[in-house]
């Protein structure tokens, strides 16, 4: 049991990497007291691309400004190498394209360090679950620069997903968006398992790793990708 008395995870292996052995160390023992399994630290870009590619953790918590290579670098490296371990980036910068860089990298989220420790642990959690986690404001930011890029490409509207099943082209519409499982499964009145699993066959079908290449996949196609955050 976590030594706070709160509910484990279920067995969610974690990477941290940080620059500053102070704040590095504390963000491992919260990890570790909480029931997460800390398998390595790293205190630079180099040595988090290389522990994370031997361990394989469920998430890696990643700062952006380490030496030797950049947060937004060890995310390339990672999604080069085809680690399937997912990426929330913890970082002192809520500069808007610090967080583009990192999510169009291949970061699932963003939380900047000023978030409580609770709603960090939670970010991790959801971070293992496959569901993107932004510090407030940010996810509007990330469907913007989206939205931007198909304006400026035009995109293929005339163009359907033959690859995809009628639901599974509307759960990626909802899933390009930035939206969490649990909020798709609420929308379309669908279990969270279910969603899961029509996420998982999205990937397989597409080839596809992350929510950034389903989001730019969308755009691409042309679907119409509504504003979550939106009244109807």
């Given at each position: 049991m976590p030594q706070d008395g709160s509910t484990p995870p279920e067995h969610i292996s974690v990477v941290v990497a940080d620059d500053h052995p102070m704040w590095r160390d504390a963000v491992a023992r919260d990890l570790a007291a909480a029931g997460f399994e800390v398998l390595a630290t790293a205190d630079d870009g180099r040595s988090a691309v290389a522990r994370t590619r031997a361990t394989v953790p469920d998430v890696l918590v990643l700062d952006l400004n380490l030496p030797g290579l950049s947060g937004a670098e060890v995310c390339a490296a990672l999604a080069?190498?085809?680690?399937?371990?997912?990426?929330?980036?913890?970082?002192?910068?809520?500069?808007?394209?610090?967080?583009?860089?990192?999510?169009?990298?291949?970061?699932?989220?963003?939380?900047?360090?000023?978030?409580?420790?609770?709603?960090?642990?939670?970010?991790?959690?959801?971070?293992?679950?496959?569901?993107?986690?932004?510090?407030?404001?940010?996810?509007?930011?990330?469907?913007?620069?989206?939205?931007?890029?198909?304006?400026?490409?035009?995109?293929?509207?005339?163009?359907?997903?033959?690859?995809?099943?009628?639901?599974?082209?509307?759960?990626?519409?909802?899933?390009?968006?930035g939206m969490g499982y649990k909020e798709i499964a609420a929308t379309l009145f669908l279990s969270h398992?279910?969603?899961?699993?029509?996420?998982?066959?999205?990937?397989?079908?597409?080839?596809?790793?992350?929510?950034?290449?389903?989001?730019?996949?969308?755009?691409?196609?042309g679907l119409d990708l509504a504003d979550p955050t939106s009244p109807a």
């Open positions: 080069e190498a085809r680690v399937p371990s997912r990426i929330l980036i913890l970082s002192a910068s809520g500069d808007h394209q610090d967080v583009l860089d990192a999510v169009k990298a291949g970061a699932l989220g963003y939380l900047v360090k000023s978030a409580g420790r609770e709603e960090f642990l939670a970010a991790v959690r959801a971070t293992a679950a496959g569901e993107p986690v932004f510090t407030a404001g940010l996810a509007g930011l990330v469907l913007g620069e989206f939205r931007r890029v198909k304006a400026a490409g035009g995109g293929t509207p005339e163009r359907p997903v033959p690859e995809l099943t009628d639901r599974e082209t509307e759960i990626l519409k909802y899933v390009a968006t398992r279910t969603v899961q699993n029509h996420v998982q066959n999205i990937f397989g079908k597409l080839q596809m790793h992350n929510r950034v290449e389903l989001a730019r996949f969308a755009m691409e196609r």
